[in-house]
């Protein structure tokens, strides 16, 4: 079991989901925490319950990274408390299952922002500080198994989950031999509240294919602590992901659509519950994956 005693975690979207189990596991292993969303209420019960069961300290701090002023805030508000983050997991993040010209701006600008920004503001400000902690230190950034393929009705989604998958990529290349690794998560779908508020109807080959946020969760974190830099979860997703490169882009969008189904008709109501419930947790990310949530993945 990995010992973190003497280390510090920022976990976005840590309400719910991937983030939530990050959380707990990351505290199972002594590691202090600095826990975010958009729901308070949720985040202090999380910090309660992780510092009832494994005696680590906790600070609970609500903050909404679908806004462009996310990311400042919350930097500004850790730099405050002076808490000496190592370990930098950028969870948070949501989309929705509906046809590009049927969902608000608003949606999609909140999408981006919060998918791809935010998270590579996040890792932008913190990246000094990880450096010159004098001792190894991590980021493992959410994407998802969308990063493989264009998926359609998932388009901003999926595009902003391949940026951030690239992104980590090319990051962790950069820092080889400075202390820091960069690992990219991509898991498949994923049993979170993403599911309640993506507007998607799971077929039979993607309900075979779910795992639970636990799992997860802790998956991810030994790849991370391991310095790998991509892991993707669940055997019939690596299968997936591999098959996806010797097929033509266009079956590849069209696999998509075939495992995924239809979106359900256009709902303004459901989308504006989509972004109200990203930023305060997603996703999403599956786990995977809700705004500003934790990922409850959707694919």
């Known amino acids: ?31 202090d925490l600095t826990i975010t969303a958009r729901r308070r209420e949720r985040l202090d019960e999380l910090a309660a319950e992780l510092t009832a069961a494994h005696g680590v300290e906790v600070r609970a701090t609500a903050c909404d990274l679908a806004s462009p002023d996310g990311p400042r805030a919350l930097y500004d508000d850790v730099m405050a408390a002076g808490e000496d983050v190592d370990v930098l997991i950028n969870n948070a993040g949501f989309g929705h299952y509906q046809a590009f010209e049927h969902e608000p701006w608003e949606q999609l600008a909140a999408t981006l922002q919060l998918n791809v920004t935010s998270l590579v503001e996040l890792t932008h400000r913190f990246l000094p500080h990880l450096r010159a902690g004098g001792r190894r230190a991590y980021v493992l950034n959410v994407a998802s198994i969308a990063a493989f393929q264009p998926v359609p009705y998932f388009a901003c989604y999926a595009a902003a989950k391949s940026y951030v998958r690239d992104f980590s990529e090319a990051l962790a290349h950069e820092l080889a031999g400075t202390g820091v690794s960069v690992t990219c998560l991509c898991p498949g779908g994923t049993y979170t509240e993403f599911m309640d508020h993506s507007g998607q109807t799971l077929g039979r080959v993607a309900k075979a ?19 790998r830099r991509t892991v993707v979860t669940g055997w019939m997703n690596v299968l997936s992901c591999f098959l996806t490169r010797f097929v033509p882009r266009r079956a590849a969008a069209w696999s998509s659509v075939a495992v995924l189904g239809k979106p359900a008709p256009a709902r303004p109501e459901l989308a504006r519950a989509a972004i109200d419930v990203a930023a305060s947790d997603p996703g999403p990310d599956g786990r995977e994956p809700g705004p500003g949530s934790d990922h409850a993945e959707t694919e």
């Open 1 to 31: 079991m990995p010992d973190l005693r003497h280390h510090r975690a920022l976990v976005t979207g840590a309400s719910s989901g991937i983030g939530r189990e990050m959380a707990r596991q990351l505290a199972a292993w002594g590691c």
């Open 209 to 227: 294919s779910m795992r639970d946020a636990q799992s997860v969760a802790r998956q991810a974190l030994l790849a991370t602590l391991r310095g």
